[in-house]
């Protein structure tokens, strides 16, 4: 009697359990599909998982593991291999799409998404950046402070200061012995653009501020838990210090500005405080100041991630590492006698080099998705994406794609020979209306930075093997422990490389 009745509880627990699960894999259905009515039918096939968590356990467990792209393979694995999935990502219902033409149709149809960033992502960036204002304001704002940051005359500008920099640094690292290559790449990254928007060559401030970028970046793609130990709750803190110290920065300068008596160059402080829209009205500071957080965060962690996986694979690969390096060569026998260092005409003329740059920015994909939302329902590939609901534009997928490019997670600069991305199928900076407004100036910094090292330099890992970290960004978990040399040394044979 007694066995029979620990089977009975033993049922009745399993029984109980079932039945939580069931209910537990309908609540977010029952939230968010079955109040569409009969919309619901015409939903793309996928799962909104769990309540409150939906598939973010499945998306981080990937991206922490060796096999990042598992997560989506999991939903292709289930629902086909057709470009469109609905999950339940980042606290709201939303669509996936991995296929060049459904990226391009929502990254440029601005009548039908806006953006759709995390309510995270905007408190840490900014509710009045890029990511976070209307279409109009982006339109406005975009063409305020596109000039200063990627016209012609201003990309002339920053040349001699970055190249000057550049070459500093690789000499002072070359002495250093052991370093994290990625560490100080970003510490160079970060001093052009504090040079470039704030005039700032303070390196107490830089590496303050630099720091508090760090925790920012790291609570970017966390889960917004805002509690003591999260990166959230740490991002947060972060954001504050930073926002009090432009803001510091910013009455500092109006007081200047209203007493005249700056002498210094005009940076792009100083073009955000001056800029008047055609109705005469200027930025506030927390437009300024959200403006500046963005640009000085993006500015300088793409660039550093590009240049050290760039400089990685042409480690890994002598024969494109020659070629690229023959090409700088002759760029700089072609120099007239009187020029002193590069100039935009060198750089416009370093076609294999900006193959390389494109084939790193295509294999690392550092922003692996852009977020959008539904202004009103939409049609897609026979599939509704409802009103509100968010939508991911998954470049890692449509960069990663055999369909697309042959043997896609293979480093090869020459797959760009004679090669046209079609749209849609090329997106390192994002596409449409609100693509990268900074990307101009960070292919040039990766351009001046890679000319002198392949001439100079070579790069010489201490832990070639290291696990490779994925987010907020792909990196070797080392950092890239290494040595930079002046002298060369013979070449590691090519290795297989993934990422």
């Known amino acids: 009697m007694e066995v029979g009745s620990m089977w009975m509880v033993l049922l009745a627990i399993l029984v109980g359990l079932v039945s939580v699960k069931w209910v537990l894999e309908r609540v977010n259905w029952w939230l968010y599909e079955s109040q569409l009515g009969d919309k619901q039918y015409s939903l793309p096939p996928g799962d909104l998982g769990w309540p409150f968590i939906g598939n973010m356990w499945s998306f981080l467990r990937a991206f922490k593991s060796d096999d990042p792209d598992s997560f989506i393979r999991s939903f292709v694995s289930r629902f086909g291999h057709i470009g469109i999935y609905k999950a339940f990502m980042f606290g709201n219902p939303s669509v996936i799409v991995t296929m060049p033409e459904t990226c391009k149709r929502v990254l440029n149809d601005d009548d039908a998404f806006k953006p759709g960033w995390p309510t995270a992502t905007v408190e840490l960036i900014g509710k009045k950046s890029f990511i976070g204002i209307s279409y109009e304001e982006h339109k406005r704002l975009r063409r305020l402070t596109a ?77 917004a838990i805002n509690i003591p130990g999260f990166a959230y709750y740490k991002a947060l803190k972060a954001r504050k210090n930073l926002v009090a110290v432009f803001q510091s920065i910013v009455n500092k300068r109006r007081k200047q500005k209203k007493m005249n008596n700056s002498t210094k160059k005009k940076d792009m402080l100083d073009a ?39 400089t990685i694979f042409l480690q890994r690969h002598p024969e494109f590492l020659e070629k690229a390096k023959a090409e700088q060569e002759r760029i700089i026998k072609k120099r007239p006698p009187t020029q002193n260092g590069l100039s935009l005409k060198d750089i416009r003329e370093m076609d294999y080099l900006s ?113 490779i970290r994925y987010l907020p960004h792909s990196r070797p978990a080392d950092n890239c422990l290494a040595r930079i040399k002046k002298q060369p040394v013979s070449l590691p044979k090519e290795e297989k490389w993934n990422i």
Not at 395 to 424: M, Q
């Open 272 to 310: 955000l405080i001056d800029v008047k829209d055609e109705k005469g009205e200027t930025l506030d500071d927390e437009e300024i100041i959200d403006i500046m957080l963005m640009y000085l965060n993006a500015g300088h962690e793409s660039s550093g991630h590009t240049i050290m996986w760039a």
């Open 147 to 223: 000039a200063p940051v990627n016209g012609h005359e201003a990309l002339s500008l920053y040349i001699q200061y970055i190249e000057e920099n550049v070459i500093s640094a690789l000499e002072k690292w070359s002495n250093m012995g052991d370093i994290e290559f990625l560490t100080e790449l970003r510490r160079l990254t970060f001093r052009i653009i504090m040079y470039i928007f704030l005039s700032s060559e303070s390196e107490e401030e830089m590496e303050a501020l630099e720091r508090e970028y760090t925790t920012l970046n790291y609570g970017v793609r966390a889960m």
């Open 355 to 467: 193959k390389v740059i494109d084939e790193t920015l295509r294999l690392v994909s550092f922003s692996l998705m852009v977020f959008r939302e539904a202004i009103t329902d939409v049609n897609i590939s026979g599939y509704t994406i409802p009103k509100g609901w968010k939508v991911l534009t998954w470049f890692r997928s449509v960069h990663l794609d055999p369909e697309i490019y042959t043997n896609p997670k293979e480093f090869n600069p020459s797959r760009w020979d004679d090669y046209a991305a079609k749209a849609g199928t090329f997106l390192p900076f994002g596409a449409g209306s609100r693509l990268c407004p900074g990307n101009d100036l960070a292919k040039l910094e990766i351009a001046i930075f890679l000319h002198h090292f392949l001439l100079n330099y070579q790069l010489e890992r201490l832990n070639p093997e290291s696990k």
